[in-house]
Structures are given as structure tokens and as C-alpha cells.
């Protein structure tokens, strides 16, 4: 979930109500406040209302949700006389641009912060970390329309942003921050996206970085924006976002031509919603008028359908920078929102149950109790993996049954874990300044093919790492748990050979432990000794073991 950062005095300004109030009723439209500084205090938003990753959109949220403003925010967009070319090689590259201009801005420190803090939100809310929808904000000045958006020979040069000197985009991709970052959106193709101006210009190198010359300053007054990608509809909705936020800060929205079409499209999306079912979802009692109002205050404009008494229709309109709307139920949890969950009458259920403690938890709970009284932290890594970190960097083969992710969001997410150790390996990678010895540990879940089953990995890293120190570990582990066990030669190759062993219980191999292969600790960029193991939680259940 997306934290963002608020400033008091600006939303203040842009609401037209006190911090203090909104403190105490923005967490009533799903929101967690973090933390509370001097002039700002920093909110986390879930990811499906981007549209809220701003000062200008919470703003927006909150004077509905206080009955200042309510009903759509409709955006009048004029014409710009702005046009947009595609240069057709960019089609399986990066072929998507929407497009707008924003002019008589007034920019402050704030603000500047504000939409640039919108931008990163959107690269990884929607953007997927800029390989679906990258952004570009432009001073339009600096610049003569018309624009192209072309496929470039990796050549060219311009100076990129933040830089004083012009680097080709070859050198931009090594040596540039933001393109040694994003280097394999692109690095695969023969030519690179590209936006210049009638002059041949550079303003932008999409996904990568925006020009120098095209900086947004306090100076800036109107504004030329790009969203580029692989994501039509995610581009787009980009764009709608990003105008709005920039009209609630006081902007007027243009439009302009990517060959030929008009954009952005700022009009609202018509449903009909049925106030039965929303109550019998919600638990409520309203009439379609009661659920008209909500919904105004949650920023959609809604009518009866028919006799406002007896209809059991309601037509809303959804505002153009809402992409989570994608659901009748969408529309019914923002009645939810706009009642009040402080509303809610707390009631006992009729079907009276007695809850009690898993098995496998109350298993991962004594796990966890054991290897903390051993001297080792409990991290979490995520469940989702990739094979380089799972097999190719721990010199271990490919799972035959490992479940792949059908659409990755990203190539480091693609697969669910098989196993915790080579997370736990990344782990000690991200944490090799901080001071050693470090010990860690983490049990939970893994999958193989269609099944999920519990495991425990842990990790010792410091100068004297070694075979001796794991067994002691591995030992006294078995130890607690109260089995009987033996250890024999292993072949897993992320284990030093010699140095390594298998867990054997009632015959059965159940787990691994040794020193950590030096191919696999220099695979992972550290250069100290680790010593490891991981086990099979599935002993504890001997029913369970196939």
C-alpha cells in the first residue's frame, strides 16, 4: 500500500477545514495515518484508490466526505490546438501515449513536491513499476509543439534530468540513477522510445527519465503532460488522474491529438446499481434517495430511477480518475464508506461458534518460540519469488512443480516460493551493512504444485560461520521439537560439499544444513561465511508425509 505524505497547511488550503478535522475523519475513507510530523503527517492508502495518492485528491475525497462539496467533479476541458504523432515502430515497444496540457499553474515547493510524489505513486500503483505506464510532466514553455513520441536510435543524445551534460541514451541506461534502475524496460529493444519537440527537442526518454530542458520549476505556469506504455486503459487512467489533481490545484485542463484522437477523456462512466442488493450486502435499510446521498458525498453524482420512494434503481455516474470501479459492489462499498463505519451497530451473530488456534499455526508458533530463544530475529520475506533468486543463484535445479504467476506484475515476482532459504540469502544481501553476527530466521509458507505446506529457514552470517555452528543449531532444534533424528551426506549443491547434510527422521529426508556454497554467496553479492538450514514442518503431521 501506497504511503503519501501531507502537508497541513496545504490541505488545509485546498479542503477549506482544519488539520485536526481531517485527522480525525480521514481514516473513516480507508485510510491509515502513519505518523504524525511538525508540518505533515504521512498516510497509507490502499492501492485500489490512486487517485488519493495526492493532496489535491485527498482534498477532493475529504470535502465530499464532509458534506462541503458534494456530487461529481466535473473537469471542463478545452482545446489546446496541440498535436501528437506515433511513430508506428513504437509498436511493440511501448506503442500507448495519452496527453494533455494544463495551463495557469501556480506552483509552489508544495505542490511541486505534491505532483511529482503523484507520479512515483502512479509508476508503481498502476505503472507496475513503469513498465506498464511511465509519466512525464513537462514545462510547456520551454518547448514548440507539434510533439512526437518516436522509436530513436540508442545514440542520441540530450541531457537527462538532474544532469549537466548530454550523455546518449545507452550512456543514460549505465550511468544515470534512474536509468540503471529501469535499464531492462528497454535494453532488450533495437531503439528506444523517444518524445521531441518540432525543434527535435528531447523532453522525455520513456520509461526512463525526463530532459533537463523541460524541468518543472516554482517558475512553471503551464504544463505539457505524457503517459507512455504497454497498458492502454492503464495509460489512460493515468493521465485522468494526474489532470485532475493538477485542475484541483487550480490548473485548466486542454486536450490534444495522438493521431487524431482527443485527449484526456475527463467524462464519467454511467451504471445502474440495485438498492436492494446493496442492502442486503451492507446490512442497511436504505431508499434509494439515502443511497443517492452517500454516494454524492463519496464524490459520484447518483439519481433514483423512477419514484424516489419505491424504485429499487439507481443511476450513478463515476468520476474519470476512479479505475477501481469495476463492480456494482464497488459503488456499495463506497455507500459503506460515505455511512460511516463509526455508524455501525455492533451485533452478535446467530450462530454462536468457538474459535480456537490452528494446528500448523500453534506448530509455527512453538517454531518461532524456539528459534528466538536460540538468538535468531524472525524475518518475513515475501511468498512471491522468481527463479533466478529460487534455483539459478542457490545452484539448484528447477522445481518441476514451482506455480508461476499468469501475469507477473514484475520479472522478480513471478512464481510463488518452494522453498524460504533463498529469500532468506536475498534478506542478508539487502542487510549486509549493518553489523554481524547476523542470525535469522522465518517459517511459513510454501507451494509445490497445488499444495501449501510449512517449512523453517534459518541463516547465520558472520566471520566464523561454519558446519559446527549449524549442527549446534540444527540439534538442539530437534531437540525442542522432541524428535528423534539422524544427519547424512547431502548432495544439495547450495551447500559447501563436506560441509553439508540432510535431516533424516523415521527415514525420511526432512531437511538440509551446512555451509553455504561460496558460488551461491558471491550469486547474492555478499562476501562473508554463511552457515544454514531449512526443514520440513510437515514431520509434525507424519499422516501428511507422502
Known amino acids: 500500500m501506497a504511503v503519501i505524505t501531507l502537508p497541513y497547511k ?22 491509515d495515518i502513519e505518523r504524525y510530523e511538525d508540518d505533515h503527517f504521512d498516510v497509507e ?24 462539496e458534494t456530487g461529481l467533479k466535473r473537469y471542463d476541458v478545452k482545446p489546446s490546438g496541440i498535436r501528437f504523432t506515433t511513430d508506428p515502430k513504437l509498436k511493440d515497444i511501448r506503442p500507448f501515449l495519452a496527453s494533455a496540457v494544463i495551463r495557469g499553474l501556480n506552483f509552489t515547493s508544495e505542490s511541486i513536491q505534491s505532483i511529482m510524489g503523484l507520479q512515483e505513486a502512479l ?8 513498465s506498464k505506464v511511465a509519466i512525464g510532466i513537462h514545462d510547456l514553455d520551454k518547448v514548440k509543439a507539434p510533439f512526437r513520441y518516436i522509436a530513436s536510435e540508442k545514440s542520441r543524445k540530450f541531457v537527462p534530468l538532474d544532469f549537466d551534460r548530454e550523455m546518449s541514451m545507452d550512456e543514460i541506461l549505465k550511468e544515470h540513477p534512474k536509468g540503471v534502475s529501469y535499464a531492462k524496460l528497454v535494453e532488450k529493444f533495437e531503439r528506444y522510445p523517444l518524445i521531441v519537440d518540432s525543434e527535435d527537442n528531447v523532453l522525455s526518454f520513456p520509461p526512463i527519465i525526463n530532459g ?87 464524490r459520484f453524482d447518483a439519481e433514483p430511477v423512477g419514484d424516489p420512494k419505491t ?37 452478535l451473530p446467530n450462530t454462536f461458534t468457538i474459535g480456537k488456534e490452528h494446528p500448523y499455526q500453534k506448530n509455527l508458533g512453538l517454531v518461532r518460540k524456539i528459534m528466538t530463544g536460540l538468538g535468531f530475529m524472525e524475518m518475513m520475506p515475501f511468498t512471491l519469488s522468481n527463479d533466478r533468486v529460487m534455483y539459478q543463484n542457490m545452484r539448484r535445479p528447477k522445481c518441476a512443480d514451482a506455480l508461476y504467476v499468469l501475469h507477473p506484475i514484475s520479472e522478480e515476482q513471478t512464481m510463488f516460493r518452494t522453498d524460504i532459504l533463498p529469500l532468506m540469502m536475498e534478506t542478508l544481501q539487502t542487510n549486509q551493512h549493518r553489523e554481524l553476527p547476523q542470525r535469522l530466521f522465518s517459517a511459513g509458507d510454501v507451494v509445490h504444485g497445488r499444495e501449501t505446506y510449512q517449512t523453517v529457514s534459518a541463516v547465520s552470517m558472520h566471520s566464523a560461520a561454519d558446519f559446527s555452528e549449524i549442527y549446534a543449531i540444527v540439534d538442539a532444534f ?12 547431502s548432495d544439495d549443491e547450495a551447500f559447501l560439499k563436506g560441509r553439508r547434510a540432510d535431516i533424516i527422521v523415521n527415514g525420511k529426508k526432512v531437511g538440509v544444513f551446512g555451509e553455504i556454497h561460496p558460488e551461491v554467496i558471491t550469486a547474492f553479492d555478499m562476501d562473508q561465511p554463511v552457515s544454514a538450514f531449512e526443514f520440513d514442518l510437515r514431520v509434525l503431521y507424519p499422516e501428511k508425509i507422502e
Open 212 to 298: 533537463e530542458l523541460t524541468k518543472v520549476t516554482t517558475e512553471t505556469k503551464n504544463i505539457l503532460l505524457d503517459c507512455t506504455g504497454t497498458d492502454e486503459k492503464a495509460v489512460r487512467i493515468a493521465a485522468n488522474i494526474i489532470c485532475a489533481a493538477l485542475a484541483e490545484a487550480g490548473g485548466q485542463i486542454e486536450s490534444v491529438e495522438v493521431d487524431g484522437v482527443t485527449m484526456p477523456n475527463m467524462e464519467p462512466v454511467e451504471r445502474t446499481v440495485s438498492v436492494s442488493e446493496c442492502n442486503k450486502l451492507l446490512g442497511f435499510s436504505l431508499n434509494a434517495e439515502e443511497m443517492c446521498e452517500n454516494l454524492r458525498r463519496m
Open 123 to 130: 509508476h508503481w500503483a498502476i505503472g507496475r513499476g513503469r
Open 10 to 31: 496545504y490541505l488545509e488550503e485546498l479542503t477549506g477545514v482544519d488539520k485536526d478535522t481531517i485527522i480525525e475523519r480521514l481514516p473513516m475513507i480507508a485510510a
Open 45 to 68: 492508502f490502499f492501492p485500489d484508490r490512486p487517485d488519493m495518492y495526492s493532496p489535491e485528491g485527498v482534498a477532493r475525497a475529504m470535502r465530499g466526505f464532509l458534506n462541503i
Open 311 to 347: 424504485t429499487d434503481k439507481v443511476r450513478v455516474l463515476a468520476p474519470c480518475y476512479r479505475n477501481d470501479i469495476m463492480h456494482d459492489w464497488d459503488i456499495f462499498e463506497d455507500v459503506a464508506i460515505a455511512y460511516g463505519f463509526d455508524n455501525l451497530v455492533a451485533e
Open 478 to 489: 530437534m531437540h525442542e521439537l522432541g524428535l528423534e533424528y539422524t544427519a547424512e551426506v
